[in-house]
């Protein structure tokens, strides 16, 4: 069973509606990636964290998606206004420091929108 | 830029038959190589990691060797199970920032 858990698994938004999903990284897990997995099975990746510091973001993520990964709290990707192309599954997945780490994976949400 | 080609989307074998999903990178600096296995509606699961002293990574069956030389790190089985239907990703780690970057996975679907 997977060790990083993200909810919801699931949701479904109207298009121009917010949409957030949440994760919990592996115990331990100082560095936090989001990737987007789309109906290509292909993954996109999104942003990752060290701690609660962006190390990288793409274009897209910079203007209609937020994220952040607090202390203490859980780590969070919000679409700001859900388009139809958003509609995907949602992967966020933790490793420890050194890059060469396995990155573990949570279940995903899936999201919908119509 | 860095990337991973996988050259097949869909591998269909007949149980007991060998496996091999082919794997190339372009990286710029010497990469960590990845397979990951992705059960339907479940999480991309790390089937096999390269090591960095050229040993050969084993995991439930499957190995996969690095070559430097021609670039490629193909996951292979001798047998072929039902269970091993899924999907397959070969992944790769660049430069300093940990990203992995993902090929564009291949289903095998292992009939009876």
């Known amino acids: 069973n997977s060790k990083v858990i993200q909810t919801p698994r699931y949701l479904v938004k109207g298009q121009g509606q917010k949409a957030k999903m949440r994760c919990i990284p592996e115990k331990g897990h100082p560095v936090v990636f989001w990737y987007q997995q789309n109906k290509n099975n292909e993954f996109k990746f999104l942003i990752n964290f060290q701690n609660q510091e962006v190390l990288q973001q793409i274009d897209m993520t910079e203007k209609r998606f937020s994220a952040e990964c607090p202390s203490n709290s859980p780590c969070s990707l919000e679409i700001q206004s859900s388009e139809a192309g958003d509609s995907a599954l949602y992967l966020c997945?933790?490793?420890?420091?050194?890059?060469?780490?396995?990155?573990?994976f949570g279940e995903g949400s899936r999201l919908i929108v119509v | 830029g860095d990337s991973v080609t996988q050259t097949e989307g869909l591998v269909t074998l007949t149980e007991g038959l060998p496996v091999m999903l082919n794997c190339t990178y372009q990286s710029t600096y010497s990469p960590f190589l990845f397979w990951y296995v992705q059960h339907l509606n479940e999480a991309p699961k790390l089937l096999l990691k390269s090591f960095t002293d050229n040993k050969r990574p084993e995991h439930q069956g499957f190995h996969a060797t690095l070559h430097k030389s021609s670039s490629s790190f193909h996951l292979q089985k001798s047998s072929a199970q039902l269970s091993d239907s899924a999907l397959y990703y070969c992944?790769?780690?660049?430069?300093?920032?940990?990203?992995?970057?993902f090929g564009l996975g291949t289903t095998l679907q292992v009939q009876p």
């Open positions: 992944a790769s780690i660049t430069g300093n920032t940990g990203k992995l970057i």
């Open positions: 997945a933790s490793r420890g420091d050194f890059s060469g780490n396995t990155l573990y």
